[in-house]
């Protein structure tokens, strides 16, 4: 199982993001997906995920209004739409995968520092920056 997030940078307040997630390894449709990020000094928080059965998703309050996910299973690869970003967003993003039919919030209550996931990938860097 292997997990490589890309698409971080510098952007300005506002600006917009996608990170990409490219999975393999595995069948994506199986797996609960999430994104997490981590800013220095503080613990690693729950951003987003969607569920394997129902691809329900989970947003945290930070987040909410401004971040998409979304699954490509033809292309292995999750994405994580990124807009209106704010200063408070600079984090380092990493995706994580887990082999779980139930709700992906599941995991989001199992809080840091690995949230109950298995398999996570390096993690891709954004500064929101003017």
């Known amino acids: 199982v292997q997990l490589q997030a890309s698409g971080g940078g510098l952007v300005q307040p506002g600006g917009s993001l996608r990170l990409s997630c490219a999975t393999s390894g595995f069948t994506l449709d199986y797996y609960a997906i999430g994104w997490f990020r981590q800013a220095p000094g503080k613990e690693r928080e729950g951003v987003s995920c969607i569920s394997s059965s129902d691809d329900n998703t989970y947003y945290a309050n930070s987040v909410k209004g401004r971040f998409t996910l979304s699954r490509d299973s033809a292309k292995s690869t999750v994405y994580l739409q990124m807009n209106s970003l704010k200063p408070e967003d600079t984090a380092a993003y990493y995706c994580?995968?887990?082999?779980?039919?139930?709700?992906?919030?599941?995991?989001?209550?199992?809080?840091?520092?690995?949230?109950?996931?298995?398999?996570w990938g390096k993690g891709t860097q954004v500064t929101v920056s003017s």
């Open positions: 994580a995968a887990d082999r779980y039919a139930g709700p992906c919030d599941d995991y989001i209550r199992m809080g840091p520092p690995d949230y109950g996931m298995d398999y």
